[in-house]
């Protein structure tokens, strides 16, 4: 690729702002300055299919596709004028809008192991309420967590297990415990430890490791075994392991449900679903169990979003996404492995992941996981127009756009095998990109202008 991005002067100048406006300068802790280089755009202007143009007009080929809410392209047609043509009629009601309950019915045939949902904004909302109800249901207090998945919810109950736990009272953090992924014994561990106390057990049924079918079949007989109930977290791999989510690929039926995302390409709408002997203790119906206060949030039933839920859905359905999806994914993950074996960087970058959701390990010189090579590595992309905090391919991206790709990765891998002989520092604009869970912040976290340039 020919193109070098090194124009962030708008960007730079908004950042100023931003931070004196909003903690963190953004309302989402992953597009924080502090998860990228200096050298990276601040501001995205607009979207259209696999490209991005931030708002000094450098464009890019995206694949963060919003944090995976993107699954079939930025402004993808059908969606657009779907959400468009209802919102000409109106988005908020004092009562239910009809598109509620065909969006209910096109979801459950779409995700035919569930046998009700409800709809909210947020994957949060959804996997909160799962918790909730998994708590009514069972009698019992406490929750585990797959201890190998980042991130379930912005509610206490997951934050107070996480290092930026500041402000969940003890009394919560307590009542969160772990398990390992594919490590059936270590969940069985904690009903040990703890008997007739954990109300549920919540995971992301995969993160591309493997064929995890026997461990989640087992880890559903254990839950029932032990009297408590099995969630799964669908939010990355629902509506790209499979249209009817990672549960369907591997034959499990979940008690709950969550999913988000990709359900709307982008428009703020998530799922709580599962079994009706639970979900319906939300309802009108069951007059012998006390009720549970599952989900009731104004904007929880968005008409536009619904409409821009159910385009998705249709598309699936009637489309090779899916498929897509995995071949282009893999086009890339091969294309970037002859890249870094051509490099001799077999031990210091890898591609991990399902095929149809993919991201990167960046080593040092001595093999361990670096923040720093990990800014190297991004900040080199985003030069030769690549926008890639993950490779996480959509419907509409092309074979020129993998190609492409794969060319500027290519470049940007002899810059990181330059840093591993002569330094990162001497490659490197400013400080590091940072974990988004940490205790502390460093005094080098907020991000200014470059603090000086290296030899890139």
């Known amino acids: 690729m020919v193109k070098s991005v090194t124009d962030f002067e708008k960007s730079n100048h908004l950042r100023e702002l931003a931070h ?10 992953a597009k924080g ?7 990276s755009p601040g501001f995205i202007a607009r979207g259209h299919g696999s490209h991005v143009w931030d708002i000094d007009g450098n464009e890019y080929i995206e694949y963060g596709m919003g944090n995976r809410a993107v699954g079939l392209g930025h402004a993808y047609p059908p969606v657009l004028e779907a959400a468009m043509r209802q919102l000409k009629l109106g988005c908020n009601f004092t009562r239910p809008a009809e598109i509620e309950v065909e969006c209910a019915a096109t979801f459950l045939e779409t995700v035919p192991s569930a046998e009700m949902v409800k709809f909210c904004k ?4 959804a996997t909160s309420a799962a918790v909730r109800l998994a708590r009514a249901v069972t009698g019992r207090d406490m929750i585990g967590i797959c201890a190998d998945h980042p991130f379930f919810s912005t509610d206490d109950w997951f934050i107070g297990s996480t290092e930026m736990s500041a402000g969940v009272p003890a009394a919560i953090q307590e009542l969160t415990v772990g398990f390992r992924y594919n490590n059936l014994e270590s969940a069985r561990e904690l009903f040990v430890r703890y008997p007739r106390k954990i109300a549920a057990l919540i995971l992301e049924p995969s993160r591309g490791e493997g064929s995890p079918r026997p461990f989640l079949h087992g880890l559903l007989k254990l839950c029932h075994d032990n009297g408590a109930l099995l969630i799964l977290d669908e939010m990355i791999t629902g509506f790209r392991w499979h249209s009817g989510g990672a549960q369907q690929a591997y034959g499990i039926e979940p008690d709950l449900s969550c999913f988000g995302k990709a359900l709307g390409n982008g428009f703020s709408v998530s799922a709580l679903a599962g079994k009706r ?3 319906n203790l939300g309802g009108l119906s069951q007059p012998f169990k006390p009720r549970v206060f599952l989900l009731s949030t104004t904007h929880g039933a968005e008409t536009h979003a619904l409409a821009a839920a159910i385009a998705t859905m249709r598309v699936y359905q009637n489309e090779p996404v899916i498929e897509h999806l995995h071949a282009q994914g893999q086009r890339l993950r091969d294309g970037i492995q002859q890249a870094i074996d051509r490099h001799g960087l077999g031990n210091h970058v ?3 992941g399902r095929d149809c959701c993919l991201t990167y390990a960046t080593l040092d010189a001595e093999r361990l996981p670096s923040q720093a090579f990990r800014t190297l590595f991004l900040q080199e992309t985003i030069r030769r127009g690549i926008l890639m905090p993950s490779l996480v391919v959509s419907y509409v991206h092309s074979t020129e756009d993998i190609d492409r790709t794969i060319d500027a990765v290519d470049g940007a891998l002899g810059i990181y095998h330059q840093a591993l002989r002569h330094g990162v520092s001497n490659y490197l604009v400013g400080r590091t990109s940072q974990p988004v869970f940490r205790r502390f912040n460093n005094a080098m976290t907020h991000t200014g202008k470059p603090e000086r340039v290296g030899h890139a």
Request: proline content about 7%; overall charge negative; hydrophobic content about 30%.
């Open 20 to 29: 004196h406006l909003i903690p963190g300068g953004a309302h989402t802790y």
């Open 33 to 39: 300055d502090d998860q990228y280089p200096v050298l």
């Open 122 to 125: 947020n994957g949060s909302d």
């Open 277 to 279: 002997e639970f979900m």
């Open 350 to 352: 890898r591609t991990i």
